[in-house]
């Protein structure tokens, strides 16, 4: 299977924080979830792939070419959706369509009508008007409308209702099935992963945590409850974080069966992406 994306030793250093050393890859076929809390490194790794920040060393390939020896040719390949927008608020959506289309070789006016017409968005509406909704659905019918074969998107969903989210989600799930696609898909809004993605690369504090396949990186952790007299010095050792009160002790594990055999009276309870997340931050592990 061929890789869409490769990042290689990306490090970029700022006055107050650095990505350092960032590694991960995205295979054809894959959404990848980039999680972390904000401030991680999320957006500064996706601006350093999309030549939008100058990184300090490393690598980015995108289908197997050098993004900084091949941008115009990548970039045409690549359907971006940004929290932000990076839109004019005094066009309408029109207006910045047609700033915007020329740039793509492949651009499908059909596909772009289309796709305002599914989202039930009117050309002629002013960018100022629109809601963050309306906005992040733009984004993505210009961002789909010329043929993309890589998909970066940047908190798409952050302060969505539920129902605009779940739309979204669908629209990823009709992208992907499409064939020879990726998605590079960045938010702290973890339960929308839980959903969609094939793939989790964790970032904290600039550096990966860890690149997992989704279910077997749900499969290998545990959320245990018991009673606080069955934690000991070796006992604490397996497990990633710990909370414990007078009525007892929450802890993730990825020791499960070790858990089991030394520590009776357990309730052992399935974790969700946000359980891992966390716990790998509250445990103060990098």
């Not at 309408?92 to 047609?98: I, Q, R």
């Not at 302060?159 to 696609?181: A, V």
Request: glycine letters at 8%.
């Amino acid at each position: 299977m061929k890789n869409i994306l490769e990042v290689s030793g990306l490090n970029k250093s700022y006055k107050d924080f650095s990505l350092s050393d960032v590694n991960f890859t995205i295979p054809e076929g894959c959404i990848a979830g980039y999680i972390g809390v904000n401030g991680a490194g999320k957006t500064t790794t996706l601006r350093s792939i999309l030549g939008l920040t100058k990184k300090t060393s490393g690598s980015i390939k995108l289908f197997g070419l050098e993004m900084e020896r091949h941008e115009h040719e990548l970039k045409n390949r690549i359907g971006i959706v940004l929290d932000d927008g990076c839109f004019y608020d005094e066009l309408t959506m029109s207006e910045m369509k047609n700033i915007i289309a020329p740039a793509y070789t492949s651009w499908s006016e059909q596909d772009y009508m289309n796709y305002l017409s599914r989202f039930s968005l009117n050309p002629k509406q002013k960018i100022s008007t629109l809601s963050k909704g309306m906005r992040i659905k733009f984004a993505l019918a210009l961002a789909l409308s010329h043929k993309a074969e890589l998909l970066i998107m940047d908190e798409p969903t952050s302060g969505l209702d539920p129902l605009i989210r779940s739309q979204l989600l669908d629209i990823l799930t009709d992208y992907m099935n499409e064939g020879g696609k990726g998605v590079l898909f960045s938010t702290h809004i973890t339960s929308d992963l839980d959903k969609i993605a094939d793939t989790i690369i964790m970032i904290n504090n600039g550096k990966i945590v860890f690149q997992e396949v989704k279910d077997a990186l749900l499969d290998s952790f545990r959320i245990v409850k018991g009673d606080t007299k069955a934690l000991n010095e070796d006992t604490r050792k397996l497990f990633l974080s710990l909370t414990e009160t007078q009525f007892g002790f929450t802890g993730i594990t990825n020791h499960t069966l070790e858990v089991q055999n030394c520590m009776p009276n357990i309730v052992i309870e399935k974790s969700t992406i946000e359980d891992i997340m966390l716990a790998n931050i509250n445990g103060g592990k990098e």
